[in-house]
T-cell receptor, first 111, second 112 residues
Framework: QKEVEQNSGPLSVPEGAIASLNCTYSDRGSQSFFWYRQYSGKSPELIMS????GDKEDGRFTAQLNKASQYVSLLIRDSQPSDSATYLCARRGTGFQKLVFGTGTRLLVSP | EPEVTQTPSHQVTQMGQEVILRCVPI?????FYWYRQILGQKVEFLVS????????KSEIFDDQFSVERPDGSNFTLKIRSTKLEDSAMYFCASNLNTGELFFGEGSRLTVL
């Protein structure tokens, strides 16, 4: 079983729509979760972190965490063509510093 | 804004050669990492380094790999005898104790 699982996509949405990206994880000991954006050929760039159950909003981005269901999501409101990238979900476990990444979901926002 | 810097941005080498990838983490960070990403695949953890020693390493990080912090600023990854399958982007990252990793721009390694 993969530690962090994401649909590889592509997820296609029109400009201005809400993009919903999902992630599940297998390790119940995971404490912290992160969403990174990666443009082709570039390094991962941190978008948001979330540590507690519920929603966390930052501008157009909302992260949602449900530890009971082992599920993390990222909503992008008013999607822009510049949001087209691969979105990586990552988790960190208790006592360990490393992040474990999913394979990423490719998002395409069409004008 | 402080950032993680990596050199070289691209290195081409012959199979069997030694390669050293260099990183300057963010100055007040305490934990340092190397990750790699083979083209089209996920970002994979190689090794973490804290307090001048390896704190964790993955199965990928075998005897061909080593890390070093030779001075107060640089953090290096050495691959002793490169193989074709070592071709990848290598990312250096650092953080305090918050879990949020900050990545450098990466070093692309091509092994011929």
């Amino acid at each position: 079983q993969k530690e962090v699982e994401q649909n590889s996509g592509p997820l296609s949405v029109p400009e201005g729509a809400i993009a919903s990206l999902n992630c599940t994880y297998s390790d119940r000991g995971s404490q912290s979760f992160f969403w990174y954006r990666q443009y082709s050929g570039k390094s991962p760039e941190l978008i948001m972190s979330i540590y507690s159950n519920g929603d966390k909003e930052d501008g157009r981005f909302t992260a949602q965490l449900n530890k009971a269901s082992q599920y993390v999501s990222l909503l992008i409101r008013d999607s822009q063509p510049s949001d087209s990238a691969t979105y990586l979900c990552a988790r960190r476990g208790t006592g360990f510093q490393k992040l474990v990444f999913g394979t990423g979901t490719r998002l395409l926002v069409s004008p | 804004e402080p950032e993680v810097t990596q050199t070289p941005s691209h290195q081409v080498t012959q199979m069997g050669q030694e390669v050293i990838l260099r990183c300057v983490p963010i100055s007040n960070h305490l934990y340092f990492y190397w990750y790699r990403q083979i083209l089209g695949q996920k970002v994979e953890f190689l090794v973490s380094f804290y307090n001048n020693e390896i704190s964790e390493k993955s199965e990928i990080f075998d005897d061909q790999f080593s890390v070093e912090r030779p001075d107060g600023s640089n953090f290096t990854l050495k691959i002793r005898s490169t193989k074709l399958e070592d071709s990848a982007m290598y990312f250096c990252a650092s953080n305090l104790n918050t879990g949020e990793l900050f990545f450098g721009e990466g070093s692309r390694l091509t092994v011929l």
